[in-house]
């Protein structure tokens, strides 16, 4: 092992308050809760299901480039989510820039059963994932200490994410706006430098948005890979399913979640389906693992073959899949308070 020195920048932070203003400056009456947001997301969801779809879909990409392993990566992101706790909990705060000087980050301790209990995933699984980044040399030991490494793989920094993510907010705040719930008027930049100002803070809340979520999918389709590919698909037909609505004004006769995915999956979105070669070539998931992953959901009747001999969404999805992401967007109204309330008082 390499000579690793301590990163101390992040601890001169560490008296600095979160936000210069004062309590007594803020007006607790535009500050929003989770029932206002999700009501929201639920009923405005023309304007905002392709987005979402696109948004979700990049970040599963990214997430599987990075070790060609959905789950090593959410290992990762789930001892740094738990090290951004602590530096929320001493108040400190760091800039996008300062995380990312360093090619290494420290981490907390964990242990096998920690991580088992927050991915819910079996405990063999973890240990063997664990056991392959050390060996990759992406987790390093010293003494009692742990570090990512993180100029071992090909690890981008969330530059463009933050650029979707951002451009997500920005959408969902037009209609706040919009419905005179929301008085302040925000640009895209504007919330991309927020972001990024107080990264350590907003990215542990997208981590605790994403890792429930997409933990979730692991228990529905029993694979992250099989849920990538299924997802490919989904966000094939919200790509074409956006231009013809663009075209048309339909989605406004569709306005609230349930019309608009019924309409998705099995009205004038199901008219475009998507080949394996195709699924391969998006996800980069090889093109043998995509047939047989296919072979699956059409077993279980999450997909279809249409007319071409491409892959749809089947009907299932509007009583299987449908009300169970009801449930788990709660996470995303939450991020999304989160971040709202903190453009509004910022």
Known sequence: MGHILIDTCSFWV???????MSLTKIDFT???????IYDQLMSNYDQLGSDWIAHQWNWMNNIYK???????YLIIISLIEKTLQFYDQMNIKLH???FYAKPYFQIEK???TELCEKLSLPKETVRRKVLELEKMGV???KKKQIFIDRSVFSHVKPSRQIGFTSKYIHLFCEILNNQKILSKKLEIK???NLVKKNFSICWRWFYRLQIPLVIGYHKMFEDLSTYHIWGTVAMNQAFNYKQKTRNTNVYTLTPDYKSFNENLITGSGASAGVSAMSISDMTEIPRATVIRKCKYLIKNDFLKLNDKKQYILSGLNVTKVLPYQKEIFKYKAKFLRKMINLLIIT
């Open 14 to 20: 560490i008296n600095q308050p979160f936000c210069n």
């Open 30 to 36: 535009k500050v929003l809760n989770d029932d206002q």
């Open 66 to 72: 990075a070790f060609k392993d959905h789950y090593k």
């Open 96 to 98: 996008f820039d300062e």
């Open 110 to 112: 964990f242990n096998i």
């Open 139 to 141: 987790l390093k030991r």
């Open 190 to 192: 504007t919330i991309e």
